[in-house]
């Protein structure tokens, strides 16, 4: 689901904001955004005020928001990537993303010249907000992330998709950490992971494999 009515997706009707809306009773101000194939927290206010709040603490890095992906190959990349993305209308913006590999897999399936393909389970902070920062800055690192249909690699999106059955995008918001605006109280707030992610571990034909950074 999109998260509000934007006009790159006129023929939307079905958002975030009016569900919660419906379930609080309340009205409510999306303090920031995900793209429509990613799953995860998402942050909202009840007033204008604390809407504001937040997104300033957004801006000054005094939000902590925490991603999951399964991206390509083995993660080897920097553990801080700072480097330019595209934004909606093609211009660059400054953008850094912190990185660490949690699991490396296997999957017993040839793909291109090679007999086996590899993926891993990454966390990613970005530092900035930019759009599709994270998807952007994997694919400059060439460790694109699963099912991504606009910045991803097409060989393997082919293979979850039409030989797995898993078309989801592998990318979820897992975590958002903060103080709340008004007291000032530690919070974390995590999302569960969408069923694909399980699906993916249960595939007979993966394993995990060991290495150095998947045995912290």
């Not at 694919?139 to 910045?151: E, F, P």
């Not at 082919?158 to 975590?175: M, Q």
């Not at 694909?196 to 394993?207: G, Q, S």
Request: aromatic letters at 8%; one cysteine or more.
């Amino acid at each position: 689901m999109l998260v509000h009515r934007t006009r790159i997706a006129e023929e939307e009707s079905d958002f975030v904001l009016q569900h919660l809306r419906d379930q609080v009773e309340r009205h409510l101000y999306p303090v920031h955004r995900l793209d429509r194939p990613t799953s995860g927290v998402l942050l909202f206010a009840f007033d204008p005020e604390t809407a504001r709040t937040l997104s300033n603490m957004l801006t000054d890095s005094g939000i902590r928001k925490t991603y999951t992906a399964l991206v390509r190959g083995w993660y080897g990349g920097p553990e801080l990537l700072d480097h330019p993305v595209k934004n909606d209308r093609g211009n660059l913006r400054d953008a850094q993303t912190e990185f660490r590999m949690i699991a490396s897999y296997t999957m017993n399936r040839p793909i291109g010249n090679y007999p086996t393909a590899r993926y891993s389970i990454i966390e990613c902070n970005p530092l900035s907000g930019r759009w599709h920062q994270i998807r952007q800055h994997l694919a400059h690192l060439r460790h694109y992330i699963i099912n991504d249909r606009v910045h991803g690699d097409g060989k393997h999106n082919r293979i979850f998709k039409e030989e797995l059955g898993i078309e989801p995008l592998f990318l979820h918001a897992t975590s958002i950490e903060m103080n709340h605006p008004v007291d000032g109280t530690p919070l974390f707030l995590k999302a569960q992971f969408p069923k694909h992610w399980e699906a993916f571990r249960e595939l007979d034909i993966v394993t995990l494999t060991p290495t150095d950074s998947s045995k912290e």
